[in-house]
């Protein structure tokens, strides 16, 4: 594809963007909380039929799903919240590509909490405010609507291009590893997760954990002969907050130069007591533990449980009555490996040399500190993933979420130049 060819294509999209405006205001409008995704598939689906591409849409099989080792412990059904792979056929011998979003959010908390209604998707300051505005339909607007400009403009691929719109990302993220279990696979795949526009070849891994602490029972007035949960919780938190220094010393990984806040370890909530007039017998502590790519996962689960064990061990009561401790796997929480590919890959770099032609700046290269489904797609799915949005990570998951109508459009020539470099444009 020549300089004119490419010059035309983003002129086109710049003409196009109340239409992309629009789209992303649409899709914001669908209350899409994990559980509820079945509207906007079947929105996207019809839009998709509609840009003449071949669609696979499916239920997910939860059964066959918990017999793959990375599986989460899920209660919901899948029935009516399907997975969508739309393909657009090449003409062959070009790379395939696949452009992975999820259309779950999470719910969005008190109406009080929000400027506006998060689901009117308003537009104040060159920004759409609204719930999954940032995370991440932003990132599946642009997926969808780089693909359909292309083909406006009269390019033709040599390589496929598949649109991988998934469900149950902010639970599980089983909407990807069913893609995968599936049987689709691509040369390459960008994510469209948040990352304010940075090119993140990796991921971190998060590790949810609970840990049971059971003391001894006792009356209020014979509490002197109890043990007292909340003593023994306090204990075993101040061990987790120095395993999280221990980590930091030791843990290192170059796209993560400021590994105190890539890397906690930390108790989120604890539960204890039944009634401020009765004596604590038990603790429940959860929390989550984050690791980076290159550690071993198993073994980062194994010297968290040998560290706690230590400590019990020194403590009169928690010797002969240990903790009791359940990673997320076991109990529907998350469990999620970390992920990479090298910078240098091919699809980093065409990403990053489109970036610079879009913008005129370098991007940052970094890594997502936060998991990704990119871990399945990578780990279990031997496609080399990259996560380029344009939705701001400081406000992923955040009341008076919004994405920037500016890098919103950034992100669509972004992708619509990768899919062509990648795809070889005739």
């Known amino acids: 594809m020549d300089q004119s060819q490419r010059q035309k294509l983003l002129e086109l999209i710049d003409g196009k963007r109340d239409h992309a405006v629009e789209f992303l205001q649409t899709l914001v409008k669908f209350p899409s909380v994990t559980g509820n995704e079945g509207p906007i598939q079947a929105h996207l689906k019809d839009y998709l039929e509609n840009m003449?591409?071949?669609?696979?849409?499916?239920?997910?099989?939860?059964?066959?799903?918990?017999?793959?080792?990375?599986?989460?412990?899920?209660?919901?059904?899948?029935?009516?919240?399907p997975n969508i792979v739309a393909t657009r056929k090449g003409t062959g011998g070009g790379r395939s590509l696949l452009l992975n979003g999820h259309t779950d959010v999470i719910p969005e908390g008190p109406r009080e909490s929000w400027t506006d209604d998060p689901w009117e998707a308003k537009i104040r300051d060159n920004r759409i405010y609204g719930r999954g505005s940032s995370d991440m339909k932003s990132g599946v607007s642009c997926q969808v609507l780089a693909v359909q400009y292309i083909e406006d403009a009269g390019i033709k691929l040599k390589g496929d291009v598949l649109v991988n719109l998934v469900v149950d990302e902010e639970v599980s993220g089983h909407g990807t590893l069913d893609t995968v279990l599936r049987g689709y696979k691509a040369d390459g795949a960008i994510s469209g997760e948040t990352s304010t526009l940075a090119v993140q070849p990796a991921c971190i891994g998060r590790i949810w954990f609970q840990i049971l602490i059971r003391g001894k029972k006792a009356g209020i007035q014979q509490r002197y002969e109890g043990v007292n949960a909340i003593d023994l919780g306090y204990k075993i938190k101040v061990a987790i907050d120095d395993h999280e220094k221990h980590r930091l010393e030791t843990v290192s990984h170059p796209l993560y130069p400021h590994i105190l806040s890539t890397l906690p370890c930390l108790v989120g909530t604890i539960e204890s007591g039944s009634f401020p007039s009765a004596f604590p017998d038990t603790c429940l502590l959860k929390g989550s533990i984050a690791t980076v790519p290159g550690e071993n996962h198993e073994g980062v689960k194994q010297a968290f449980l040998a560290h706690i064990a230590k400590v019990a061990g020194e403590d009169e009561?928690?010797?002969?009555?240990?903790?009791?401790?359940?990673?997320?796997?076991?109990?529907?929480?998350?469990?999620?490996?970390?992920?990479?590919?090298?910078?240098?890959?091919?699809?980093?770099?065409t990403l990053v040399d489109c970036f610079k032609e879009v913008t005129g700046k370098d991007p940052e290269i970094s890594g997502r500190q936060g998991a990704a489904d990119t871990r399945f797609l990578i780990n279990d799915g031997d496609t080399p993933t990259v996560i380029f949005g344009p939705g701001p990570t400081a406000v992923m998951h955040a009341n008076d979420e919004y994405v920037d109508i500016d890098d919103y459009m950034t992100a669509i020539k972004v992708y619509a130049l990768s899919i062509c470099d990648w795809c070889d444009a005739e």
Do not use: C
């Open 52 to 81: 003449n591409l071949e669609i696979d849409m499916w239920d997910m099989d939860a059964e066959e799903i918990q017999k793959h080792p990375s599986a989460a412990v899920v209660t919901e059904s899948y029935e009516g919240r």
């Open 317 to 349: 009561w928690m010797k002969d009555h240990p903790p009791e401790i359940t990673f997320g796997n076991k109990f529907g929480g998350l469990d999620a490996e970390a992920a990479d590919i090298p910078v240098d890959h091919p699809i980093v770099t």
